[in-house]
């Protein structure tokens, strides 16, 4: 967690009636050389999200409790909203932050139900906050970005084929090295239980050890599903279930074949088979996922497909993106059937990840290339002149204000990571030109006014 | 206040212990067609932050509380964080949402300081929190998009004039009519009342009466600096000089000769003509901005330069832009003196008066041009083929996976916004082609596949 590196050799009161005023680590904040790289992921992931045709919502980032609680996975993480002891004015609403996008879809769906278009297509991304227990690259505040498809009345499962076609890109694109897009029916491990006996109540459990088999490991599993009074053969049979490790085809053939008698369980097979062969039809590279019969997804609301990400070369950063389809994502606000597929990146854990393993590693702290540097105070709307010359060619530009040495300049301009400084004296001027230095090779030479844009670029 | 024509045609539960669940409307929420809108706006600064070479940093939405009260400007709006009744864990610490970025700001350069470089040049767009009485147009979540330069120990006077610059760009781009960057310093008026006796605090309950002078009027204004004690012909000589509406170089003269014998109107002056100065250096249009001594600014922690910016045809709308310079950002933290100069937008009640006064029309509900249709499911993998040629050569494309009639699919297009729908059965893919429906001509013709992108640009 960032920024760890505190030296306070000149602010020393950071304590206030003795309570310490700084930020709370669980409440992350980056320097700019790392924000800049978290934006450039987050344009990333927005881009592709556009591209495929998904439009901006924001919802706000407070709720009514009453539908949170209602909602909620786990009430004891919700930060609720007050006010100070000196506040007499109408307490409002009993209102808390959101902590997730998906139940805020749901009500923004419902609300606004009449001027939406169906299916609608929304991506999200906005920070969520949870008052988790503080743990390791868990954080209370973090962004999400998510893209759903609601359907009013019915879905296809195209829809479900095309969310793995945009995960593809984004992570393509982002060049994080191998990722493995996992592909599951909830149906099916549903059925698999359901077929053996178990009652709804034990199937929810024996999902949830499932759910937490790569992480505890098979024997905390077995211990777990036992402890539930389920019986040793159904737990070995899962447990070899879930872990089957083997090409799609094959996989699928094994599932047609198992003899499970379960219309849930058929059903889940006959989806997750479709899914696959529309998934193939988008053409989504096949190196790219599989299918892995041991995701669950912790969530309840999940009905069908569920899906699941993983960096291929790092398997304990554990899944980086996960989401799935719920038959009926509205269902809280009346009767009407509204279906969904969505998906969804916590980035800001990913992201810290992705830096503390070094997959991903910072670079400047400053977005512009160029600084233009102000050796003499009097040339001052030169400088600017220059300056705007390369913005108006897209070329970000920092000018240097302060009256420091050339020298010093340079100093600021290499320690920010500027590719390049600018340089101006009377000289330079009066041929109608500056000096370039490539800050990178150290290498210095004159342009004239009119190939500054080419030289820098 | 949106979204406003809610029909519940199908949702009636928005009731849950007999408290609705529907979204408060201080905290507001768009539309697909107007958050499309507000995020251009967003990009547009966000662009021209970042051609000045200002770095993004995020801080968190939450801070200590004790920090914030001490900050504040007022306690009452402060929005604090809470558990749920059978919360039992450790009640962390006692934090609060931010109502600004200027007071994080603070505590991130203080904390931060030995890992940043100075000047620190930041751009932060994040929302804030003020739990205000609901008005027309206050709302109680926000986005504040900020620039600050941070300098350590000094901070010259070019950077003052290097902000009305950035204004001038993001509000040119925006393209929402003639506007007027208004400067002042504070000093002028400071000194103004210094020198005609006025006390320190009675100074502050005067240049809080004269920052409300536009919007209570002459006479409001008077009684309320009459209450104060303050006499008559200091008001009336006060409400004549912040009144001046002159050019720049008049104005300056008259300062310059009314001889007010004051350092602190003299220091102020001398500060007004070096911005000014600068400005014109920089080469900002010279109609886009002029003094008007009445600038105030609410905040009492601006020490010098202070600006607003105001729509011509819309002076209603008030300050769509403002900032200053303030001696001392971080002395809460330590003796170090650290000056800064700063603007703020507050996008989210700018952005609803631009739609409200029709100064901005939103458009489609999609920010993809291009709609591909699916007339025949078995063709699938050629819709998708020509989603992909579309995308990958930058144009946004929607596949429709929906079972619908044609027509059906068409009317979906038409009401969400798009564009181009492309149109394909066996005919078209036998000659490797579309047809290009262009829908808002309603002409429609075959295109190869290599002409697509061009067809649709």
């Known amino acids: 967690m960032k920024p760890t590196k505190i030296v306070n050799s000149v602010f020393s009161n950071f304590l206030l009636n003795g309570k310490d005023v700084l930020q709370c680590k669980c409440f992350p904040e980056w320097l700019p050389e790392e924000r800049i790289l978290e934006q450039k992921i987050l344009d990333i992931i927005r881009d592709n999200f556009e591209k495929y045709g998904f439009s901006p919502i924001e919802t706000s980032a407070v709720e009514k409790t009453a539908m949170l609680i209602a909602k909620g996975s786990n009430d004891r993480e919700i930060y609720t909203l007050g006010r100070l002891s000196n506040y007499s004015g109408d307490n409002d609403q ?83 090295g191998k ?48 402890e539930k009074g389920i019986g040793a053969d159904i737990i070995d049979g899962i447990i070899n279930f879930a872990g089957i490790n083997k090409p799609i085809n094959e996989i699928m053939e094994y599932l047609r074949s198992c003899k499970i008698d379960n219309e849930l369980f058929l059903q889940g097979v006959d989806e997750l088979e479709q899914v696959i062969g529309h ?9 790219s996922y599989k299918v892995n019969l041991g995701i669950v997804r912790g969530l309840d609301y999940y009905t069908g497909t569920i899906y699941e990400t993983t960096l291929v070369d790092y398997p304990e950063i554990g899944s980086i993106c996960s989401g799935g389809r719920y038959d009926n994502l509205t269902s809280f606000f009346g009767d009407k059937k509204m279906p969904g597929v969505g998906i969804s990146i916590g980035l800001t854990r990913l992201f810290s990840q992705l830096l503390k393993t070094g997959i991903l590693k910072t670079g400047p702290a400053t977005v512009a290339p160029v600084l233009v540097t102000s050796m003499d105070k009097s040339l001052m709307s030169y ?75």
Chains 1, 2 share one sequence.
């Open 383 to 457: 400088y600017f002149k220059i300056a705007t010359l390369l913005r108006n060619s897209g070329i970000k530009t920092e000018v240097f204000f302060d009256s420091k040495r050339i020298g010093d300049q340079l100093k600021y301009a290499s320690k920010k990571g500027f590719k390049f400084a600018i340089i101006a004296g009377n000289d330079e001027v009066n041929n109608d030109g500056v000096q370039v230095k490539n800050l990178e090779t150290g290498e210095q030479r004159f342009s004239g006014l009119d190939d500054i844009c080419a030289e820098v670029r």
């Open 279 to 287: 998934m193939a039809t988008l053409g989504i590279p096949q190196d």
């Open 94 to 176: 009993n209102l808390a932050l959101h902590f997730d996008l998906t139940v805020p879809l749901a009500r923004y769906v419902a609300q606004n139900y009449s001027l939406l278009n169906f299916p609608f297509r929304r991506y999200q991304i906005q920070k969520v906050w949870r008052g988790e227990r503080p743990q390791s690259g868990r954080y209370r505040e973090f962004y999400q970005c998510d893209i759903d498809v609601v359907g009013d009345k019915d879905l296809p499962l195209l829809v479900d084929a095309e969310m793995p076609s945009v995960i593809y890109q984004i992570f393509k694109q982002m060049n994080i």
């Open 179 to 226: 990722f493995m897009i996992g592909v599951n029916n909830r149906k099916i491990l549903q059925g698999y239980f359901s077929f053996y006996g178990l009652t709804n109540h034990c199937i929810n459990e024996a999902m949830h050890a499932i759910d937490k088999l790569e992480k505890v490991g098979v024997d905390k599993t077995r211990e777990t599903m036992a």
